[in-house]
């Protein structure tokens, strides 16, 4: 199966986006986030199209969007001044096939081209995500957050990276 990756535009299936998303939380924190949580959540509640400049897609050979990842400005204060993976999902079908890996390595190769360092967040009991950022040379930081969910916590960590590594 051939996947291409194409950058975003203002006229992207941010519908199609949505379903990425929707999907991929759905399986990937079944295990790790409350069942409350995982239900409350929709579709519409994720904005893709306010940041399309910024975003990388992976579609097949037929068009449909099957990953995205999209990066930026850092969003928090702690990191004034670097960039930011802001997220990269897969549809679960197409996730551990170095999808994800192309799509991180565009957005890195962006990053780069504007920041020194750039990081990213991930929950504390994504385990399998913290070895896959690892892999492609991310660092764990000293960073932890919490937030307050239905039913329980939401703890995330960051990873860090220099375009020099």
């Known amino acids: 199966m051939t996947i291409k990756l194409i950058r975003a535009t203002p006229t992207t299936d941010f519908d199609a986006i949505r379903e990425v998303y929707y999907q991929s ?28 400049q910024t975003t990388w897609l992976a579609v097949t050979a037929n068009g449909e969007i099957v990953g995205v990842c999209s990066y930026g400005a850092a969003r928090n204060s702690d990191y004034t001044g670097w960039g930011e993976v802001y997220s990269i999902y897969l549809l679960p079908q197409y996730q551990r096939q170095r999808i994800g890996e192309r799509l991180m390595k565009a957005a890195m190769k962006d990053l780069a081209t504007q920041y020194e360092h750039y990081y990213l967040a991930v929950l504390e009991t994504n385990v399998d995500a913290q070895h896959f950022y690892e892999q492609l040379g991310f660092k764990r930081s000293k960073h ?13 960590m960051t990873y860090e990276k220099s375009k020099s590594q």
């Not at 079944?30 to 509640?45: E, F, G, K, V």
């Open 25 to 52: 939380w759905q399986a990937t924190y079944a295990d790790q986030l409350p069942a409350t949580y995982l239900a409350q959540l929709n579709r519409q509640q994720w904005h893709p199209e306010t940041r399309w």
């Open 144 to 156: 932890r957050y919490q937030q307050a969910i239905p039913d329980g916590v939401l703890t995330t």
